[in-house]
């Protein structure tokens, strides 16, 4: 078979190659409501040129997707989203972000196997949209931590009138996030991993 006409394939950037010293990986997921920052947290943190599935939204939506609050939202992922960090020299994550909407949620199956832990970002405005999320997460057993979004307008709350709302155990971390800011979500995964760390431990001496 002739080839010669072909067009060359490119192989990955040399910036999203994977570290050399890397040494561990783990699958971290992203989730929350519709509208609080996923896909902002995964771009800004993601030392790789992320990947986004972003549709502008449709009139399917319409009487389906909870809008309140977000009612200048012209995009939604459909899949998922895709990035990568390393929190050191040896250490990296890889992140997956969920969609939001309850009709994107059967995607949620896959995007969780493997996953060691998970970042639940949280809207102050719309806590209600996080209720359904956090006991998805408690079903599955998957360890995860709460991350409150900044929003310019968004009421700000005692952290145990937040874990009331919730109903969230002593032991889940509650952190503040900008998801717009790479430092204030890269804090939030070493907060989760050090969660998780802790979490090891115990099971180690139990």
């Given amino acids: 078979m002739d080839f010669k006409g072909s067009e060359t394939v490119a192989g990955p950037r040399s ?3 994977l570290p050399e010293t890397a040494t561990a990986a783990v699958k971290v ?3 929350g409501g519709f509208g609080v920052g996923k896909t902002t947290l995964v771009g800004s943190v993601s030392e790789i040129r ?3 599935t972003e549709e502008t939204m449709t009139q399917a939506g319409v009487g389906v997707d909870d809008t309140v609050g977000v009612e200048r939202k012209t995009s939604t992922t459909v899949a998922m989203d895709f990035g990568r960090i390393s ?3 040896e250490l990296v994550l890889y992140l997956f972000g969920t969609p939001g909407q309850q009709r994107f949620w059967f995607l949620w199956n896959g995007l969780f196997d493997g996953a060691l832990g ?5 809207d102050t405005r719309r806590l209600e949209v996080s209720f359904d999320v956090i006991g998805r997460l408690e079903e599955r057993g998957v360890p995860f931590l709460v991350a409150v979004n900044s929003f310019p307008d968004a009421p700000g709350y005692p952290l145990d009138e937040l874990r009331a709302a919730l109903d969230l155990p002593g032991s889940v971390p509650i952190v503040a996030c900008d998801a717009r800011d790479r430092a204030s979500s890269r804090d939030v ?4 991993m050090r969660y998780l ?5 115990t ?4």
Avoid: F, K, Y
């Fill in 15 to 17: 910036e999203d190659a």
């Fill in 29 to 31: 997921v992203v989730v």
């Fill in 50 to 52: 992320p990947l986004t």
């Fill in 87 to 89: 929190l050191n020299e």
């Fill in 118 to 122: 998970a970042v639940v970002l949280i």
């Fill in 189 to 192: 995964l070493i907060s989760l």
């Fill in 197 to 201: 760390h802790s979490l090891a431990a």
């Fill in 203 to 206: 099971r180690e001496v139990s």
